[in-house]
């Protein structure tokens, strides 16, 4: 059982309702693989720990930013792709944004509970700082309000904001948060599983698979 949230394009319901993702993807290929029946449960990000720990999901596979803090609670997969915050504003906005400092200056800063955009702007003296459920979430508001802010996934802003999306009216920014690397969680007993999907991930990295889901969901 893969635990998620909805979050293109890593997790997320297509125009018809399909479910699908570069993750999504990759788990049912890695399911072929080891010869198992992937099923998806939605979760709460900030509880994820929990989620795995009372075997309500067996694997956190969701764009999960490995960190020292999670590797305690989970045993990790090999990293398998890279990511970084970005600032997410209305596009007439994006020139206040240039430094991470600049983040402080804007009325209200969004992100998702548990997230690495919630820990990346914790770093920054002088942030009112708002949580939400999921970093989807976070564009509504931001559309709404050119006072407000979001600091999100770069793998998620690349396709949810600018031209031809539903927030084509947003933009993001890179003020340059630190690089971050994604990793698959699994319970800290389930050393035996990560070697298997670790070992997985690599033969479809081998095979092509892995570059063809890329190109389909990042271009």
Sequence with gaps: ????????????????????GFDTELALEVGKILGKTIEFKEINWDNKVFALDSKEIDMVW??????????????????????KQVVVCQAGEASKYVTAADVANA??????????????????????????????????????????IAVIDLTMAQVVTGEGTSYSDLTYVDVGFELEQFGIGFRKADTELCKKVNEAIASL??????????QKYFG
């Design 107 to 148: 009325a209200e800063v969004l992100a998702e509970a548990g997230s690495a955009g919630e820990a990346a702007v914790k770093e920054i003296e002088g942030v009112k700082l708002s949580t939400v459920g999921a970093q989807k979430d976070t564009l509504l508001e931001v559309k709404t309000s050119a006072s407000k």
């Design 1 to 20: 059982v893969v635990g998620y949230t909805i979050y293109p394009p890593m997790n997320y319901f297509d125009d018809d309702n399909a479910f699908v």
């Design 62 to 83: 969701n764009g999960m930013t490995i960190t020292d803090e999670l590797k305690t609670a989970m045993t990790i997969s090999d990293a398998y792709m890279e990511n």
């Design 205 to 214: 990295k081998a095979s092509g698979k892995f570059a063809e889901l890329q």
